[in-house]
């Protein structure tokens, strides 16, 4: 192993968030998947945005998200997404470098633009995603660079991007590139690619071993495994995955290596304000707590801090000074 | 005077918000005018976006702030203002449509882009407002619709577009228009016009009698006046505007009809978060209580209720449900 020149290179999906609060009635009428997320055609989302209320507009994305409080954490981190040369696409490009985020990814032409997901957050703080990925899905292997890859400690892929063709194609390569080099490969689940033919090709990459942390959430674990109860969905994965991390809202997280499991509570939050980002900034510090040397315990605390700064007010990107609040 | 079909009918700049926090050595670094707003090209925008950190997009432009408030107080209210086809455009325009405000400002074909203002907010809450003011100042009296305005209760002319040539004209078209036909004309003032050539335009329109209420802070109308004690500006303009509201910050607000002036203290509130937009808010809640017949008083409070709740949160809009908070 030679030695790594960044800490994370993340791929994932490149989107600004339009977020907008609602009711539940709003949910209903509209046929919401209510606290999950729908793919969306460019008529789907204008239909919606019409619909919806005043928003405002904060950028997004499962793993540029991460990336983003792995660069507050203080890791040096690279993301790779596709954006549309557009003002949401300089949006999102100035809001992850000037984060410090290193984003080398040409922005396409458009048609289609820059991707954006419509976020309404209900009272309860729940938020209802509604992805329109434009530009986004049309990343293709091309882009990356893979000694770039082949040289930082993790590589980090995003489940929702693992939908389309082209994008997952990119991720396979760099999840592959990034093990033969030695590297540590890490993924997160996200709900929609828990199910069908997806499912297959994910547990496929888990069992081949090339999969050394996974994320997710009680409820993707469970799709994914098929087993109902946390234990088995637990003793089904853990044996694949090195590290397996498991996240549980208000119910707090849990870690398993080989035979050892930790488990932390969830950190008290005042007011809990919009829910999006949670997982997304709890990979970010624990992975940045990992990357610093730390233990699998003080990983999970590291995340649940992340974790619990970013569902204290709208949006899916740390605000306060994250090293402040975690000390890392 | 026929019944009238609006409250409100407003001109001003077509802006969306960029909205980035920073410290204080920034904005001397950058030689920002602190607190207060001045105008950029696309170059130093650009300039300027690069060197700030991440933001957020809220849809702005102080007038259409005031109808966004107008229209969440339960008002009919319109607003006149020009933005591009582009993806901040169609924000702009999604933002005033969905709080039920009218506004048929056709697009024009970039470029230029839809205006955008880099604002700076600093730890006390002060912001600093960059603006590249993109296809709002290419506002022409060609777009007005003079039947609109003639049935309009009020006209409301934001004074930041006083600056340039055509929106200038289309501002006095329909000031004249609307006088005639005997509506409220009602004009904010802004720190950028108080000065050199601008300044004597303004004095000029106010001294002819069109302007029926005006709106300034206290800094703005000692700038018009040339006066330093606010007794003197009071006596210098209250002959001129049958109604003047002055805005003093903490300090609370004041209005002059006549002879009677009435002070209010300003709402406390938590915690001040930014300033944006407590000017325009303060007008929204004063011209809706006066479009419902309250005395000037209780339209001061009404003023100084929604200048509170829009302090208390990043953006120039209204969040809270403002008719529960303001009982109108």
Known sequence: ???????????????????????????????????????????????LYAAMGPAREISGGSAANSMAGAAALGLDVAFVGQVAADQLGDIFAHDMRSLGVAFETPALVPPPPTGRCLILVTPDAQRTMNTCPGASH?????????????????????????GPERPRAAMLEAANVAHSAGRTVAFTLSESLCIGDRREGVLGM?????????????????QLTGCEALPQCVASLSGKASTLVITRGPQGALAVESDYLVEVPAMPVAQVVDTTGAGDLFAAGFLAARCRGRPLKACLETGSIAAAEVISHFGARPEADLRELTGL
Request: charged share 25%; net charge negative; hydrophobic share 45%.
């Open 138 to 162: 049309e990343l293709t292997p091309g882009v990356l660079d893979l000694d770039l890859i082949r040289s930082s400690s993790v590589i980090f892929l995003e489940g929702y991007l693992w």
């Open 1 to 47: 192993m030679t030695s790594s020149s960044l800490d994370i290179v993340a791929i994932g999906d490149a989107i600004v968030d339009v977020i907008a609060t609602t009711d539940d009635a709003f949910i209903e009428r509209h046929r919401l998947p209510r606290g999950g997320m729908q793919l969306l055609s460019a008529q789907q989302a204008d239909e």
């Open 206 to 222: 888990i069992e081949q071993g090339i999969v050394d942390i996974l994320f997710g959430n009680e409820d993707e674990v469970r």
